[in-house]
């Protein structure tokens, strides 16, 4: 029979269908068109003589359909359930019916890049298919090889509705043994279910194989073999099957009349949450449905697929022959559907069975096409963000969802996508995440209490707050929350991760709050400590571009008020104050007044004043010391192996390298009145850091993956003592270009930063190596003041300068730099043009989040740096930094020793000795004799004796027996030193020893600490 191909029109009775408005006309058919090849068709010789080996296939071309041959059934092209483009594949089988598909290749590693990906990938078989009657019944899927190669797998038929699968080769019996690995194809058989006699499946967009990310391919219903082994808390965005089976067993008690109550007072807490009024009319409801390319007709939504970004921007369906490719986003369905929920809560009788009715065919439409309890639609990754509109939506619509008899299906959805089983899951398997804090937490705690059975509800509630607290609990490998106050994601400290957390979980407590469950008093604690130290890192609400991340000169706290006056509302941990006046003193000093007139009231009779923040910080899980004085900031950064200096990403702060180098940024007011900002923004002039200044195209990484650069030393952090403090770190740039390696240390005291540098070496022979001073946006009018009679102002928009000792510099931004010793320095006050850190120079290419923003900027910035030249074999700079710009007479450093072994000051307003130990050293003048490990000390006497201050800036983590690093899980280390006379202490965790008149000390250390100890002198 001659192959016809007729265009089709059909009345759509299903959800997932298009509908057809044009009447027929004499050359359309109602019903779908088979296909028998004919071999001795001058149509099938054409192709034949022409044909390529294909990987991709969505059926919109004639000859996709000649690479399949039906045995025992038929196959047709369909219009009535597609996905992408306008024809899917039917295939109407009978018993012992295969399908054979010859022609077929693997797509390889080149082929399958995309970019932006760097993780790991295998080969994966990704298909879309149809099922209009779920049976108890496999259909099995077999790959050969051109030279013998054999993998299959068995898929459950046990569903309605649209999947899509991405299975690895890796995980089909006979695939590769190894991930990553290549497995070539030709052939595949498709087996029909062979205890059933018939029936009908469409396929849709299928790619015989590519190189799929690692991560992504996720489990099912369908394909439970898929990453079977895989921990339940190893991929916090993976729903996984034995979380799912321990909500269906989940059993529960009766409940009390006060539980009920309990029950009830939380989801009114969670109603405030999401509850917004909402004025669209139907009319417009209908017009924003039709804006997102779907129609509504007769109680039906119809028309494009529903996806997930990931779900398709990653697979090259594009390689399909005259595929357009369209879909509706989940999250932008799902907004759409909020707001239906929320008309549908505040409109009146006439209105209000029309938006019902609308909402629940968007319901009918999204379980239909794939989202559903066991569904993972190939993957899911990120779900977290895609969700939330999704869990809202259905969470205020729970009473017209259950009045449909839909809310038992709802709830199993929900606690599936949510991974909620992990409330159930064995304590030993808990794990904190910020991705999970930030997106899923509060979003699980919608799904848990929409429960049908109450009993379980409350189980379920019960269990999710233990969960909660336990995990905020954890400050080693399992916790984000370390010990220290910083917020890990990424393996590294980031606040703009952390904001998102501290705004979730902040409701949380609001949400508990009035009821009888409660969060663990430790994880209270822990997490109250981590809040409190974002607004250390903030000034006023903005941190400093070295904990910016991927996000540089962006980021600030200023959306957590709610979450600090929850957290103040939610009393101490400890139980024994219903205020937590800390946190209302934090809030007082941000945000001012409490705007609600019953919380003042409590505010008022509590005596809450603003706080006063001064005094000095050590962060060393995020190698960072902030300073503070009431007017302004400081915060200095480094890196090392155990913390990254910046995130780079393929579209994100491409120019980000020096982030991390050592930085020094005042802040007074934030970042852009400060003179942070990101337009002519020269990305080699970090405020403080050493750095080689490329120019922007060489300061690009030339790969398009995610690089967190890191030291090959451990050495940099910080040492606290009482308002002061000391930073240090070896720079040690290894596998960057130039090589760039130099000690630097700040000594912070009062109201001024002393900045050393010492052995600044780089390889680099063709641009300069340079420490800056401060670069900011200017005014055209700024001059910068100076003691060495030049004119600095846009005049002279570049000019170098030889200073002494003694010679100081303002910036236009009231910061005065004094020179402790000579120096050549660069000034420019120039207009820079620089470009958008989300711009690659290499490639051409805009992060989709800026399209239509200039790809560089321009701005007149000041800056001034300290001139290493070119290829410095042992530079140097020592000089102070006076934030309020008064340099005071009377107030001295003396420099004792500045090399490669220490770097030592005495301060004689606080008469301190400080010193940044990198090596083992030793002194003939001081009471410190010797120091025998890298480490961070002062010391100041008294008539007491003197206060020794002690910091291991390493914090010493454990490895696992894998040896990869358990971040948070720090060893004790030991640090030695020797003392002029014979001194005692009863300090814990302090071994001394006598010998000949010295005194031998062995203190131990821990996770970067700071430790002070209080020895008298023997007599």
Not at 691 to 701: F, G, M, Q, R, T
Not at 730 to 739: F, I, V
Request: a neutral charge.
């Amino acid at each position: 029979m001659k192959n016809i191909y007729l265009s089709i029109c059909v009345i759509l009775l299903f959800a997932s269908c298009r509908t057809e408005t044009q009447a027929p006309s004499k050359s359309q058919r109602t019903e779908d068109v088979g296909y028998e090849t004919d071999v001795d068709s001058k149509i099938y010789q054409a192709w034949k003589k022409k044909a390529d080996k294909r990987s991709v296939f969505s059926f919109e071309s004639d000859d996709d359909f000649y690479y399949f041959t039906a045995e025992n059934s038929s196959i047709s092209a369909s219009k009535r359930k597609i996905q992408f483009g306008e024809r899917s594949f039917q295939w109407d089988w009978k018993k012992n019916a295969q399908l054979e598909v010859n022609g077929i290749r693997a797509l390889n590693k080149e082929e399958s890049k995309v970019v932006g990906q760097g993780s790991a990938q295998s080969p994966t078989f990704i298909m879309s298919l149809y099922n209009e009657k779920a049976i108890d019944e496999k259909m099995n899927f077999t790959f050969f090889g051109p030279e013998g190669e054999q993998a299959d797998f068995d898929l459950n038929l046990n569903f309605v509705g649209w999947r899509t699968l991405w299975i690895p080769f890796y995980d089909m019996r006979g695939g590769p043994s190894k991930k990553r690995q290549e497995f070539e194809i030709d052939t595949c058989i498709i087996k029909a279910p062979q205890g059933s006699d018939g029936g009908r499946i469409y396929f849709d967009d299928i790619v015989f194989s590519q190189f799929a990310d690692d991560r992504h391919q996720y489990q099912s219903f369908q394909a439970p073999f898929v990453k079977k082994d895989q921990e339940i808390n190893s991929d916090h965005w993976m729903p996984h099957l034995k979380l799912m089976g321990l909500i269906d067993q989940a059993v529960a008690d009766e409940v009390s009349e006060v539980d009920q109550q309990s029950i009830a007072r939380l989801k009114s807490n969670l109603d405030e949450e999401v509850n917004v009024v909402s004025k669209r009319t139907y009319a417009e409801a209908l017009a924003s449905l039709e804006s997102l390319g779907l129609m509504y007709k007769q109680g039906i939504i119809t028309s494009l697929p529903l996806k997930l970004a990931v779900q398709y921007k990653t697979i090259h369906y594009k390689r399909a022959k005259n595929l357009q490719i369209k879909a509706v986003d989940f999250d932008a369905f799902w907004i759409y559907q909020l707001e239906l929920a929320r008309s549908w809560r505040t409109a009146n009788d006439d209105d209000k069975y029309l938006f019902e009715e609308l909402f629940i065919a968007g319901l009918r439409y999204t379980r239909d096409q794939g989202f559903q309890c066991g569904s993972s639609q190939g993957t899911l990754h990120h779900l977290g963000y895609q969700f939330r509109n999704y869990v809202r939506a259905m969470y205020i619509a729970r009473d017209l969802i259950a009045s449909h008899h839909l809310l038992g299906e709802v709830y199993r959805d929900l606690c599936w996508f949510m991974n909620a089983g992990e409330v159930y899951a064995d304590e030993s398997q808990f794990k904190a995440n910020i991705d999970y804090l930030n997106t899923i937490a509060i979003h699980r705690l919608m799904a848990l209490s929409i429960c049908p059975d109450q009993t379980k509800a409350y189980r379920n509630i019960e269990l999710f707050s233990y969960h909660l607290g336990k995990t905020l609990s954890y400050t080693d490998e399992r916790g984000v929350f370390k010990i220290d106050g910083t917020s890990w994601h990424h393996r590294g400290h980031y606040p703009a991760y952390g904001v998102g957390a501290f705004t979730s979980v902040g409701k949380l407590f609001q949400a508990f709050h009035g009821t009888s469950f409660s969060i663990w008093s430790e994880g209270h604690s822990n997490f109250r400590r981590a809040l409190l130290a974002s607004r250390v890192y903030s000034q006023k609400f903005d941190w400093g571009i070295g904990l910016s991340g991927r996000h540089p000169l962006h980021g600030n706290i200023n959306g957590l008020k709610n979450s600090f006056l929850s957290l103040a509302l939610a009393g101490t941990p400890d139980g024994r104050e219903s205020l937590d006046k800390e946190l209302a003193a934090a809030y007082r000093r941000l945000w001012g007044n409490v705007e609600n007139a019953e919380l003042a009231k409590v505010f008022e009779e509590e005596k809450i004043e603003a706080e006063v923040l001064s005094g000095n910080w050590a962060f060393p899980y995020a190698d960072l010391m902030v300073h503070r004085r009431s007017s302004w900031m400081a915060s200095v950064k480094g890196y090392s192996k155990n913390v990254w200096s910046s995130e780079i990403y393929t579209k994100d702060n491409r120019y980000g390298r020096y982030h991390s180098n050592g930085s020094v940024q005042i802040m007074k007011e934030g970042n852009e009145a400060d003179g942070y900002v990101e337009a002519g923004w020269d990305w080699c002039r970090v405020p403080g850091a050493t750095v080689i200044e490329y120019p922007a195209e060489k300061l690009e990484p030339k790969k398009d993956s995610t690089l967190m650069y890191m030291s090959g030393s451990s050495f940099a952090g910080s040492l606290k003592v009482n308002d002061n403090g000391v930073f240090a770190m070896y720079l040690n740039s290894m596998g960057l270009e130039g090589r760039l390696k130099a000690f630097k240390s700040v000594f912070a005291f009062g109201d001024r930063l002393i900045c050393l540098g010492s052995q600044v070496r780089s390889r680099e022979e063709v641009y300069p190596t340079s420490t800056v001073l401060f670069q900011h946006a200017s005014e055209d009018s700024v001059k910068l003041e100076n003691s060495f009679g030049i004119s600095a102002d846009v005049q002279v928009p570049e000019q170098n300068i030889q200073v002494k000792q003694g010679d100081w510099l303002k910036d236009g931004k009231g910061n005065l730099y004094h020179f402790l010793e000579a120096a050549d320095l660069n000034v420019r006050i120039k207009k820079q043009r620089s470009p958008n850190n989300k711009y690659s120079m290499r490639r051409d290419d805009m992060h989709r989040g800026r399209l239509g923003q200039e790809k560089f900027g321009e701005g007149l910035f000041a800056s001034a740096v300290i001139d290493h030249g070119k290829n410095p074999r042992g530079g140097s700079y020592a000089y102070e930094v006076w934030p309020d710009a008064i340099l005071r007479d009377g107030v001295k450093t003396k420099i004792l020793r500045r090399d490669s072994k220490v770097h030592a000051i005495y301060d004689t307003q606080s008469k301190t000795l400080a010193m940044a130990v990198f090596d083992k050293v030793e002194f003939e003048k001081l009471i410190i004799k010797k120091v025998s490990n890298p480490c961070l000390i002062t010391m100041q006497r008294s008539q007491e004796g003197i206060t020794l201050s002690v910091a291991d800036p390493d914090v010493n983590d454990a490895l696992a027996e894998d040896k990869k690093r358990l971040s948070g899980r720090s060893l004790v280390s030991k640090i030695n030193l020797i003392l002029k006379g014979e001194w005692a202490s009863e300090e814990p965790g302090l071994v001394v020893n006598y010998d000949r008149g010295v005194s031998l000390l062995e203190i131990e250390c821990k996770s970067g600490l700071s430790r002070s100890l209080s020895l008298k002198e023997i007599k």
